[in-house]
């Protein structure tokens, strides 16, 4: 009961602080862009993420000529750290996936057994599909790369809904095999609509389109995600995510190892 | 003849001596026939023998420059598992090695495996983190790097022709690295900067060659798993043997013989598999010499029974057929020596080899063969085919001029 | 005539011998050292091909692209159905690689997992080329991994011993467990680090459901041994049964390092053959000349006496083709029992392994084709009969009393 009335505290006053924070960033948005590209990066990062959140993926992975689908369910601080287990098909459901900045671990319910992965293992396609476990939890976003404006007719996207087109360049050393990679933002909201990345020949090797955003006070996620492959006719995932507690509070014990096997619900 | 004749019938030995060396050109067709042949089996032994070795050099050198050092300083337990936990112990072991006579360089290394990954393909790799400096003067890498350049600084990455080619990627792009060891996982974004082409396969299909810095961030080694050393060629072992002495326990230094794996033995056996087919080559090139004695030496029956008619004893009639064939034999094998050292000495001073093993070499990549093969050029090779010569001499000899020693004048001079 | 030149051979008997034996020692070396050449060029082809099959079947763009899953081939099942309508008398190695991440209880290495179902008669051999300790996975088992026994010293794990592999970004399980069952050994250590084998299907299950990287076809000759030319007409028929989808190699197009290799054997051979060919000549050359030089004199005293020149250079010619040819039969007889006694094989002792290492087979199979036979034969006969038809045709130029004061 007690702890009911915390929670609902805490929400409004995390509202007032939201109100109090979106009213100048409106003001400003209806005038020029904010100043700080890094800062309009970090806004859009958050609103790519959503903040703490449970929730459930489905991923459509599209293949020439079949389709597999994939359940799976969804824990994030909107940080770091994040855990994924799959629920459905049957075949692969008791996986699991923990990311906690670096570190990268697999969970296999046929292996009864954690492992480890690389940190390069996060810019991996998951599942077989194009989605990168990078594109689903993390900020490498901001901390592989340095934002810039870019400038105008920069991205290869109509303009639709996207008021600014931010130009990310990795930063010396970062662990990311792309060239760059381009954000295409909507002012009003601060919410990317799109991600394209670049190889370094300057080709776009995979193409984000995010939509559907679902609102809950201060925090925005997008609940429809295609991703493509740009360098394969016919390789696109479409990933919506349903069922989703926004502003949720997450337990520690859902980013420790034990969680991989059993879940922290 | 006839000026030769006064002088045969008191016959010491010089005279006979003289004798011998006439006839030889009294007969020139003959002598220049076992020239020939005399000639031609030195100059073969000496041209086989500068390939095999020359082979076997090439490839240690290989090893010594491109592939393993000259000298490798690492701990007993890396030889046994070359895993950056079994790294050199924390000393200032590079500064001590810096004194001892015959260390012209020495250079620390990290050795690693990897994760190598391009915006296209991942794949494993054996990394190497080296002191790019300390690298130019013991390796040939440095000088090989076809396009860009070589390694200046943290952040740079040199790829192996192959390995650039199979993960996609070019100069000026850069690759992901991801290891796990003492510090835990790690990643990095490095820039390619250059790609190296040595013609070694073990080298060009393997070859990931980072900062050494990025190296210790990525594994965590604070120190190194080896060091490598700069001796002269040929004082490998006694260096590393040197060098012992002044290491902690635990810690082992081998020169590069010890450090070819099992290409010593392949090496070795080569050699072994070389005196073999030798063998077989030495016997039909006496074959052809005793032969050629033999011959010449029966025709002149007529000839030589005059010889003994005007009262040269058997004896010294044996004795002067002998050195006939032995000077010639001398003279051939003098003229052998001249042409096979020049050929040796050809094979040594340019990269005649070199092409022929260049297809061998890519499907071959443990024997460790570079774009240059020399020849050897070894004092040896005087006695191989000196030894050869001697034993037709030898067997020719002795038949021929027991035959002369037995001969009877009146029946000699009658025969045809 | 043929008796005269019968007689003469007896009468100089000790020459005869010489001569006839330097023929005979020529030819029999020639034949055993075409034997070899033969039997180590047959060998390697059939190591090399042993290794990679006749013909590989690829994905249609596997040359061109570099990532796991544009190289397959998926349809893998229609695919090998279509090429065994095409060529039904073949073996088949069928190999899903994967690049993975490989795990023991400790350590980890990337790896490339090989996932192979094959045909017995490739199974035996290669288990016995490579198979170290232990045995290969059974075929169709989801369980058993055997790893290069440089790649299990590095992940430090043994026989029986669990071992954990992850293929991100695949199709199929992505992660396994497996049990390890065998230790092989590759002349290459930079594969034997890296290379780690399951059977076929529980590579699929791993990482790709149903698909193939590529088929290896090996051709079964009907009799003799499979040269260049059956494998391009295989290859013609396989590709237009397959169709664009794939793409069909020959083994030179699918390893052109290892082609270029066998194809160095010739003119390396060629040289080495040049250099003893060269001393035989002077072998032949030098005892059947100066054995007739000597005889100047006698052809002097012949002409002398009537005889035209012509008569005496076809006795000459009678007398050698007589010496000559009983040099051959010895030569050919002594060679030709050698080889028909290494018909089963030939091992250099204690070299098996440095021959292994070299790329060369251990057994080496001697054999002569008739081409290798006649070059040997006509070049003894060839040069012996120049070398003495030369004193002859001296003997008819000069002057008979010239010819009779003559020394050579």
Redesign the interface.
């Known amino acids: 009961m007690e702890r009911r009335y915390v929670k609902a505290l805490a929400l409004a006053v995390a509202l007032a602080v939201a109100a109090a924070v979106a009213v100048p960033a409106a003001t400003q948005g209806a005038g020029e862009p904010p100043r700080d590209a890094s800062a309009l990066l970090r806004a859009v990062v958050d609103n790519l993420r959503g903040g703490p959140l449970w929730g459930t993926y489905t991923f459509v992975v599209e293949r020439p000529g079949r389709t597999a689908e994939y359940v799976m369910e969804v824990v994030t601080d909107g940080d770091e750290r994040g855990l994924i287990r799959i629920v459905a098909p049957p075949r692969e459901a008791g996986q699991a996936f923990l990311m906690d900045g670096n570190d990268l671990w697999l969970y296999n319910a046929r292996l009864g057994r954690s492992l480890r992965l690389p940190p390069s293992g996060r810019s991996n396609a998951f599942l077989g599909s194009d989605v990168s476990y990078n594109d689903m939890v993390g900020r490498d976003l901001e901390t592989d790369y340095t934002a810039a404006f870019a400038p105008p007719g920069a991205a290869e996207r109509d303009g639709a809904g996207v008021d600014i087109v931010l130009e990310l360049t990795p930063r010396p050393g970062a662990p990311t095999p792309y060239g760059r990679a381009l954000v295409g933002v909507e002012e009003a909201r601060l919410i990317p609509r799109w991600v394209d990345y670049y190889d370094q020949r300057g080709q776009v090797v995979k193409r984000l389109t995010l939509a559907e955003y679902l609102e809950a006070g201060d925090w925005r996620v997008p609940t429809h995600m295609v991703v493509e492959d740009a360098t394969r006719e016919g390789y696109r995932t479409v990933v919506r995510l349903t069922d989703v507690e926004l502003d949720a509070a997450v337990p520690e014990a859902c980013f420790a190892l034990q969680a991989l096997e059993r879940g922290c619900r | 003849m006839t000026e030769a004749a006064p002088a045969l019938p008191p016959a010491p030995a010089a005279p006979l001596v003289r004798l011998a060396w006439r006839n030889l050109w009294?007969?020139r067709?003959?002598t220049i026939?076992?020239l020939?042949?005399v000639a031609?089996?030195t100059f073969?032994t000496i041209f086989y023998w500068s390939f095999v070795d020359g082979y076997g050099e090439s490839v240690v050198e290989s090893y010594a420059r491109y592939i393993v050092a000259p000298v490798r300083i690492a701990a007993d337990a890396w030889y046994e598992?070359?895993?950056p936990e079994h790294h050199l112990p924390d000393q200032p072991l590079l500064s001590m090695l810096a004194d001892v006579p015959g260390v012209r360089g020495a250079s620390a290394r990290i050795h690693f495996?990897?994760?190598?990954?391009?915006?296209?393909?991942?794949?494993?790799?054996?990394v190497v983190g080296v002191d790019p400096a300390g690298e130019r003067r013991l390796s040939r890498i440095p000088d090989k790097v076809a396009e860009g350049r070589w390694l200046e600084g943290p952040?740079e990455v040199v790829l192996g022709q192959e390995v650039a080619r199979?993960?996609?990627a070019?100069v000026?792009?850069?690759?992901?690295?991801?290891?796990?060891a003492l510090a835990?996982?790690?990643?990095?974004?490095?820039q390619v900067v250059g790609i190296a082409r040595t013609g070694v396969a073990?080298v060009d299909?393997?070859a990931v060659i980072v900062h050494l810095e990025d190296a210790r961030r990525l594994t965590g080694v604070p120190t190194a798993t080896t060091i490598a050393l700069d001796v002269a060629r040929g004082t490998e072992a006694a260096v590393a043997e040197r060098v012992q002495a002044l290491l902690p326990a635990g810690v082992t230094a081998r020169g590069v013989w010890d450090l070819v794996?099992?290409?010593k033995?392949?090496v070795e056996?080569?050699q072994?598999?070389a005196h073999?087919l030798a063998l077989v080559?030495y016997a039909?090139?006496a074959?052809?010499v005793t032969?050629?004695v033999?011959?010449?030496v029966?025709?002149?029956t007529?000839?030589l029974g005059v010889i003994a008619a005007l009262g040269v004893t058997p004896r010294r009639l044996g004795l002067l057929v002998t050195l006939e064939a032995f000077f010639t034999c001398a003279l051939g094998w003098l003229g052998g020596l001249a042409l096979g050292y020049a050929a040796a000495w050809a094979l040594a001073t340019y990269n005649i080899l070199g092409p022929?093993f260049a297809?061998?070499s890519?499907?071959?990549?443990?024997?460790g063969l570079s774009e240059e093969v020399y020849g050897a050029v070894r004092t040896a090779y005087v006695a191989y085919s000196g030894m050869v010569i001697a034993a037709a001499v030898v067997m020719s000899a002795l038949v021929p001029g027991r035959r002369a020693a037995r001969l009877r004048p009146a029946a000699a001079m009658r025969a045809? | 005539m043929w008796a005269l030149a019968w007689r003469n051979v007896w009468r100089h008997k000790t020459r005869s011998l010489v001569a006839a034996g330097a023929v005979a020692a020529v030819v029999l070396f020639t034949l055993v050292f075409f034997g070899f050449v033969t039997a180590t060029t047959n060998g390697m082809f059939e190591l090399l091909t042993s290794e990679s099959g006749h013909l590989q079947v690829i994905g249609a763009r596997a040359r061109e692209v570099q990532d796991f899953d544009a190289r397959l081939i998926r349809d893998a099942q229609q695919v090998e159905a279509a090429l065994l309508r095409e060529l039904p008398a073949v073996r088949l190695r069928r190999v899903l690689e994967v690049p993975a991440l490989i795990s023991g209880e400790t350590r980890a290495r990337g790896a490339l997992i090989v996932g192979v179902a094959q045909d017995e008669v490739l199974a035996q051999r290669f288990a016995q080329e490579h198979v170290a300790a232990g045995r290969l996975p059974s075929p169709g088992s989801w369980d058993e991994i055997a790893l290069g026994a440089a790649l299990a010293r590095a992940l430090q794990v043994e026989l029986g011993d669990p071992v954990y592999v992850f293929a991100p970004g695949t199709e199929g399980w992505g992660a396994a467990a497996y049990t390890l069952v065998g230790l092989l050994a590759f002349p290459q250590t930079a594969y034997e680090i890296q290379a780690a084998y399951l059977s076929l299907e529980g590579a699929q299950e791993l990482a790709a459901p149903s698909a193939v990287s590529r088929l290896e076809v090996h051709l079964v000759p009907e009799r003799g041994v499979v040269t260049d030319a059956v494998i391009e007409d295989a290859k013609a028929r396989a590709a237009a049964a397959l169709g664009p989808a794939v793409r069909v190699e020959t083994w030179r197009e699918a390893s052109p390092d290892t082609a270029a290799m066998l194809d160095l054997m010739d003119p390396a051979m060629a040289v080495f053959s040049l250099l003893i060919f060269v001393l035989a000549g002077l072998l032949v050359v030098n005892t059947i000349y100066l054995g007739l030089v000597e005889r100047i004199r006698e052809f002097g005293v012949i002409i002398a006496v009537g005889a035209d020149r012509w008569r005496v250079m076809r006795m000459v010619l009678a007398e050698s083709l007589v010496l000559v040819a009983a040099g051959t039969a010895v030569g050919l007889l002594t060679g030709g029992l050698l080889l028909v006694s290494w018909a089963d094989g030939f091992r250099m002792p204690g070299l098996d392994e440095v021959l292994a290492e070299a790329g060369l087979p251990a057994v080496l199979y001697p054999a002569v084709t008739p081409a290798q036979v006649a070059v040997t034969v006509g070049f003894a006969v060839a040069t012996a009969l120049m070398a003495a038809l030369w004193p002859a045709w001296v003997a008819g130029r000069l002057e008979p009393v010239e010819a009779m004061r003559h020394v050579a």
């Open positions: 009294r007969h067709q003959r026939l076992l020939a042949v031609y089996v073969l598992d070359p895993d495996p990897a994760l190598l990954q391009s915006a296209y393909v991942t794949q494993g790799a054996e952040g199979r993960i996609d070019r000026g792009e850069h690759v992901v690295l991801s290891a796990g835990g996982p790690q990643a990095m974004g490095l073990a299909q393997t794996g099992p290409i033995a392949d056996a080569n072994a598999f073999v080559v039909f090139a074959l052809a032969s050629t033999f011959v010449s029966m025709e002149r007529r000839e022929l297809a061998i890519a499907s071959m990549p443990t024997a045809e």
